[in-house]
């Protein structure tokens, strides 16, 4: 069987024919365009839809499902995106609108999620029956997947694990709680300490390495300084695996998965990354005696969208 | 069908005869005897699971399976219960120990886990497909089902709520970490900052209460003061529930179940506690426009032990 996959970002649509292995036979993509409205949007996600189908050299008629991966949720009452601050969505009838393009069924999910299932499917967690995937970036996202399906709650808010509290009453988060994790744990952490840091301490090597201007830091910046043994940088990386850890062990303790998918712009960090995470884990684990999670860097990167939302039709 | 239902703990185990539907049709008792070692308690519950299904008029012919709750993990692997702290156990071959005494399949579970499955079979949240039973007792416990049974994780070391990290940094825990939600929301929490408030001022109605003698504080205590309205006991139960609630917004974030189930000492508050949750809660839930979990409060109290155990046979 073949599934049509859609990555819907803020900038551009990405979409693929996929098939049942995970396996992209073909793929396209466009701009997005948020500007012009949701019914444009859409209207060009069919077409690249219908474009990629015929580039594949297969029909729709071939196709047993459209997959759509953005940066929101569905509400599954009623199909309906409820809101998605990056496409400065609110309510769209995204299953409706699609239907009038392509009668297919269709599936929405989240981003992180659906990259979660493309990993589960055909990267690191491969065959895994249980994994989280988590994408460290401006935020940070989780794909749970239970079972071997994508885990969705019982109202389809579930796997919201960036919003998890780790430091109750700590940095105040856009959600309007205080101390979620993703607080902690993102690129934009990395980027607030770094500025911090080069507030408190002008001659410290990150300012230098962005000239002077403490809004040009990225995460990027303060890890590759890290690596290089710059201690200001070392620091402030240790208590980012360390609050990066703190949630792991949350998800150890909660989900107990056989692997956890480091993803998103920060996992970039590679190795370096996972040594540091690996070191740290294991003392914060609750039942040390026994096997828990391992913990991986995301393999699929860029087609991780594609493919997983194509599977979700699977 | 029939199953016998074993409640471990560490002064008492009771047994039952359980039917499909959770309702006991006989049950009876026997100390523990903790310090007689785990073979002898093993005997004696084997016995009284016999003496049990003697008394209900039917024979371990007409049992399909026994079930034990314990304050405890069962190590899938090995049958065996890794340690358990309440009973001093250290690697005990369970399985294998009622195997010689009753031939019938065995299923161990977690004490607060075998009673959210009592709830989701006979109690508060029957019919639910996912739900979390909270213990509010010397420690956190959790008993998480989803899809209708208990899931305990690839490893079983799943639904560790108690040392969900949700103030890290803060208070040291038994477990090694600090900060830990049990920190915070168990009857050990109300206790212990009742004495800090006592210590702070010795005028506090609290120390009055219990004849200047901070070791004598109970939850119930802080908790009745509260409720009449004393202000240091209502601030302090207010920033206990502020932390309950903390805890239960990552449970909706992470599992997002149809309902939650308040136990253990603590939810004898009844109402009170219900209504403070109730009223607390809402502000703190990511997804404000899309419904979650309803906060309820244990039915079964005395007997969800036997009937989870039962149930995890079933």
Known sequence: ???IGIDLGGTGI???????????LCKDSCPTGVERGHEAVIKDMAALALRVVE???HTVGDMKAIGIGLPGVLDPRTGHVPFCTNLGWHDVPIVEEMHKYIDLPVFVDNDATVAGLAESVAGVSAGAVNSVFITLGTGVGGGVIL????????????SEIGHMVTVAGGEPCTCGNSGCW??????????REGRRLCEAKPETALLKAVDGDPKAITAKHVIDLAKAGDPDCAALFDNYVHHLCVG???????YDPEVIVLGGG???AGQFLLDAVRAKLPAMIFYKDMPYARVELAKLTNDA?????AMLGR
Chains 1, 2 share one sequence.
């Open 266 to 268: 920060v996992s970039h």
């Open 147 to 158: 079972g071997g399906k994508v885990f969705s709650g019982s109202h389809g808010v579930a």
């Open 305 to 309: 969208g594609i493919i997983g939302a």
């Open 14 to 24: 990405k979409a693929g024919v996929v098939d049942d292995n995970g396996k992209i």
């Open 182 to 191: 993703e607080r902690y744990a993102s690129a934009t952490a990395l980027i």
């Open 1 to 3: 069987m073949l599934y």
């Open 55 to 57: 580039k594949s050299g």
């Open 248 to 254: 792991l062990s949350n998800l150890v303790n909660l």
